[in-house]
């Protein structure tokens, strides 16, 4: 069938499965805005208020329902304001198609109108990029681009597409029929068909063998003091289950990244909690004082280990991970085994018998008493998170921005199901939150999803209220005030003698009046009794299809703590103080 570029776009998209398009229209994409216009009963396109939000909304559709999302901006500006939010999703794993228009490529290295080398600046923060030349060449090059994204370890790809490639013909062959017709346009997908194969070969290959396996096992059993540090790998392979049978097989704490919260019952007798900078008590003594440390789709991140050469001194690293080079990364392992982490966990269990308490788990026990006194005060945001799960049930999905509220929301809020906790791990966006969230309901309609964010992360991204009111898309958005750059404040509180150099946002906008300029109802409360009432509230606006802001005003000082300071070893923490 001879279609245009444009066309061929959407059936490879439909034929990928995808039901929703994140993006914002330009010149250069006018053509497959045209076909979208064709096609809109068929794939769904959500107009967002900015590019960058585009791909924080697909991400979040990927986070959530573990499909690859897909965002769309034309060139220039419209393909460099995708950049921060593809490389959020590379640093924490996600699979993402980013499409971007491009000038015709009679044009390209010219300084044309809004021309930027998108592929080249993408290059670092993608799994793979292609810029397409030939219109019959595209169909295959988003079924390759799709494999590669949700393949291995999961992550970003790009396709750029000129904008003459768009409006030429081409011939669509459908899957089902590759290997069917003859001719160069044939050729062309058999040809890339072998470049896909070696793209995921290079990022996620297995290679264990029963005898990796055997020493693995022989590393678990012989372990006196064991610790099972686990993270995004284990959500993303599906290994919640493996992880929790492996654990109660051992009798061994579970001390989870940042990226692997919801992959383990925080309502667990092994279960420890979060690990590293602002980890519980128990999880970095435990990981201190481990002789063996059980790594599980991890990257053993600064955030995590602090000095590296004062981290688990007296443990052995038994690392599993399906991407090669994260093995030595950070922390050298005595023993590897490559592959997903769901199949190494279900043959790993076959060699493991059932492994008594002994007194490693008492130890655990008294670590866990350990924790933080809280001040009082009108309105804390421990009590405003809990409030908010006990009020959303277990069924939640929760997205968050980044600073002190993401912390609160990883320390207080308890995620029970992998695929619940959305955040920027690794790059840490300011500005992630409200688009991941509003693709997460749209990805997973069945689900509440709720926003924790912050006063400095709202002003990144509230113009996506218009997006959420437009489109009727409810989610409820807490915004935890306290009119400061929280987590630097905290910095210059314990390390800088308190000069609070531009922390402050004692300033405009008043976000309930924000948000009712958008059509969005919110409230305000400086109470826990009127947190509670508001809460009454918001819900009964979700419950009607409207997204609600509670703004929940608190205190300039609080803290988030534990707090490891930078360059110390991660069982030295602050637990108090101002």
């Known amino acids: 069938m001879q279609y245009t570029g444009a066309r061929i776009l959407m059936e490879a998209l439909i034929e990928q499965g995808v039901d929703t398009v994140f993006g914002y229209p330009g010149g250069a994409v006018l053509p497959l805005y045209d076909e979208l216009y064709r096609y809109r009963d068929r794939i769904r396109h959500i107009l967002v208020s900015h590019e960058q939000h585009a791909a924080h909304a697909a991400d979040g559709y990927a986070r959530a329902t573990g499909k690859a999302g897909v965002c769309l901006a034309t060139s220039g500006p419209g393909a460099t304001n995708l950049v921060t939010g593809i490389a959020t999703a590379y640093m924490d794993s996600v699979p993402l198609v980013a499409i971007t228009g491009n000038v015709s490529r009679h044009l390209l290295g010219k300084d044309s109108f809004q021309e930027v080398d998108i592929a080249g600046i993408t290059m670092p923060v993608v ?31 790009l396709i750029d597409l000129p904008r003459d490639i768009t409006t030429r013909q081409g011939v669509w062959i459908p899957a089902a029929r590759v290997g069917e017709t003859g001719g160069s346009e044939n050729r062309a997908v058999q040809v890339m068909s072998e470049r896909a194969h070696r793209l995921i070969e290079r990022n996620g290959r297995e290679t264990f063998s029963a005898g990796d396996l055997d020493q693995a096992a022989a590393m678990l059993l012989n372990a006196e003091r064991p610790v099972i540090y686990a993270g995004g790998g284990v959500v993303a392979s599906g290994a919640s289950g493996e992880l929790r049978s492996l654990a109660e097989r051992l009798n061994a704490p579970v001390a989870l990244s940042l990226m692997g919260i919801g992959a383990f019952p925080p309502e667990h007798r092994l279960y420890t909690g979060l690990v590293g900078m602002h980890g519980t008590v128990a999880s970095n003594q435990a990981a201190q004082r481990a002789d063996l440390i059980i790594a ?13 050469d004062c981290f688990a001194q007296g443990a052995a690293v038994l690392h599993l991970d399906i991407d090669s080079a994260e093995i030595n990364k950070n922390v050298q392992a005595d023993f590897f085994v490559l592959g997903d982490i769901k199949r190494l966990l279900t043959k790993l269990l076959e060699r493991l018998p059932p492994r008594p308490e002994s007194g490693w788990n008492g130890e ?10 809280i001040e009082p005060s009108a309105l804390h945001p421990r009590f405003v998170i809990e409030e908010t799960a006990r009020r959303l049930g277990k069924e939640a999905i929760v997205a968050t921005d980044v600073g002190q509220h993401q912390m609160w929301t990883a320390q207080f809020y308890p995620f029970s199901r992998p695929r619940s906790f959305l955040t920027s791990g690794g790059l840490g966006t300011m500005g992630f939150g409200l688009a991941a969230a509003l693709g997460a309901k749209l990805g997973r309609p069945d689900c509440p999803v709720a926003l924790f964010t912050g006063d400095g992360s709202f002003r990144m991204n509230c113009a996506e209220l218009g997006t959420a009111k437009y489109y009727g898309i409810p989610i409820l958005m807490v915004l935890i005030n306290n009119r400061a750059l929280g987590m630097v404040r905290q910095w210059q509180n314990f390390f800088y003698e308190k000069r609070y150099s531009e922390t402050a946002l004692d300033r405009p906008p008043d976000f309930v009046k924000l948000a009712e300029a958008y059509g969005i109802p919110a409230y305000r409360a400086e109470t826990e009794a009127v947190f509670a009432s508001m809460l009454d509230r918001a819900l009964d606006g979700i419950a009607s299809g409207s997204s609600v802001l509670i703004e929940a005003l608190i205190s300039v000082d609080e803290l988030v703590l534990p707090m490891v ?10 637990l108090g103080g101002r």
């Open 296 to 308: 599980l789709g991890v990257r053993f991140s600064d955030r995590v280990t602090s000095r590296t």
């Open 565 to 574: 300071p930078s360059g110390k070893p991660i069982d030295e923490q602050i």
């Open 127 to 157: 799994k793979h990029n292609w810029i397409v030349n030939e219109a019959h060449t595209l169909g295959e090059i988003v079924r390759e681009a799709f494999t590669v994204a949700q393949s291995g370890r999961p992550g970003p790809v």
């Open 364 to 373: 655990i026990a008294r670590w866990k008493t350990q924790t933080p006194r």
